[in-house]
């Protein structure tokens, strides 16, 4: 195994910080080190310097593409955090429905996306509470990660057994088709309703023409010190619509001297 020096993983971690926010503190040397030994091993790298290089030498970007699939960790399912989807059903479906005046658009953006269960989960409860009615709106989810990996896999919109467990099996009969054994498709009519995009958190200009009702951006703030999350949030307020929310992960939480949203309940904050 490849050792990293001290100047080695300070000048990636730098790298990774600055243009993806993402915070490699000491403490994730060994899993970084763990995660990038066997391209440095495919590609026949002597040091993490050389690999280092040719991550900035690389003009295509897929080798930064790699890099970032290899560090960020992935974890989720479906119905993950279930009190969130239980007050985005019962209390903000039924206040922004009442009150989006025509057009019917109801935007919401799923940021950070990973392989696509909680924007296809809240395309489900939509379609669930909307009904007969759902034609009338436009209630298509922006899903956004850095990682192609992970859109990839979102976008085909497949999965195991396993990974569908916490699934009511009214949802698995209506939302999902058998593929085989040991795995399930999400229906074409919840696939469409999911736009899945490649985006970094970390641009200063978000490109959206209009703000979101919205914003799901759970369990990915971990990974950003104080000020990196903190100037997202306030990015993030910019492009919330006035009573619409935030919804951040169980495990996160916002100073709130420092934002403009007001908390509701845990890991939910609205913009008033």
Known sequence: MLHISKKEFDQLAAYVKSNYGINLTEKKKTLVVGRLQNILQQMNFTSFSDYYDYVMSDTTGEAVTTLINKITTNHTFFMREPDHFDFFASTVLPYLSATIKRPLDLRIWSAGCSSGEEPYTLAMIIADFFGPQKPLWDTRILATDISVNVIQKA????YSNE?????????KRKYFRKVDENNWAVVDSIRNEVIFRIFNLMNTVFPFK????????RNVMIYFDQQTKMELVNRFYEYTEPGGY???????????DETKYKYVMPAVYRKE
């Open 155 to 158: 976008k085909a919109g497949i």
């Open 163 to 171: 990974r569908i467990e916490g699934v009511p099996e009214a949802w």
């Open 210 to 217: 209009r703000k979101f009702h919205v914003i799901f951006c």
């Open 246 to 256: 935030l919804f951040i992960g169980h495990s996160e939480s916002l100073n709130r």
